[in-house]
């Protein structure tokens, strides 16, 4: 069975400084994608980027970056010049085959950015 | 453009009681799925479907209901609401595809007492 895991509960960051929120996870099936989603204290669950597993290069949206380190079984989320907006929980996810079956997620990082 | 409507956002209910949350889309998307989220659990799949009158179980499938009977709706039952079901619960849709991020309701906080 796929398990994403995510090893840091929670993070205190300064504002200004990159950020890298760690992803590993575990699958056989040599075709899958990876998601990062962003929930805020509001509560929605806001879709931040994607990365397949037979993309040659690492994702890039703004100033989000994702560090896919295949053999590694690794896709850390990193945040350049982090800001005050981007506290909240962040969750890593995963989908496999044709994507029909859902994503399974990580219990998520909480960020906080600080002054 | 309303996206994923999810209604109600809040609701109580009492041990055994039954009810409906609803969600649709005006998306178009063929795929359509139901998670709860608890505390410390990340999120994880109830049902989904993958198209009109197609519907299959996730990973915490008991004590639910699903039917979709449009492309647009996607409405998750509680037949015997129990204190265990209490979460929060979002449904999701997207075109399917392994690439297709999920798009988001806002969420319904459900408590049962």
């Known amino acids: 069975a796929q398990k994403i895991t995510q090893t840091q509960p929670g993070m205190f960051v300064q504002e200004k400084e990159a950020v890298t929120l760690d992803c590993t996870y575990d699958t056989s099936d040599p075709s899958y994608g990876l998601f990062w989603y962003k929930q805020p204290s509001s509560g929605e669950m806001i879709f931040l980027i994607y990365q397949g597993s037979y993309d040659q290069q690492n994702a890039t949206e703004g100033r989000y970056s994702l560090n896919f380190q295949k053999a590694r079984k690794s896709a850390n989320l990193v945040i350049s010049a982090s800001q005050l907006g981007d506290s909240a929980m962040y969750f890593c996810?995963?989908?496999?085959?044709?994507?029909?079956?859902?994503?399974?997620f990580g219990k998520g990082t909480h960020l906080i950015i600080q002054p | 453009n309303a996206g994923v409507t999810q209604t109600p956002k809040f609701q109580v209910l009492k041990t055994g009681q039954s009810m409906t949350l609803q969600c649709a889309q005006d998306?178009?998307?063929?795929?359509m799925s139901w998670y709860r989220q608890d505390p410390g659990m990340g999120l994880r799949l109830i049902h989904y479907?993958?198209?009109?009158?197609?519907?299959d179980q996730g990973e915490v499938p008991n004590g639910y209901n699903v039917s979709r009977s449009t492309t647009e709706d996607f409405p998750l039952r509680l037949l015997s609401a129990a204190p265990s079901q209490t979460s929060v619960y979002f449904c999701?849709?997207?075109?399917?595809?392994?690439?297709?991020?999920?798009?988001f309701g806002n969420g319904t906080r459900l408590t049962v007492t």
């Open positions: 998306m178009n998307h063929e795929y």
């Open positions: 996810a995963m989908s496999l085959g044709g994507g029909a079956d859902g994503l399974t």
């Open positions: 999701a849709s997207s075109f399917g595809l392994q690439h297709s991020p999920l798009h």
């Open positions: 479907s993958v198209g009109a009158g197609i519907t």
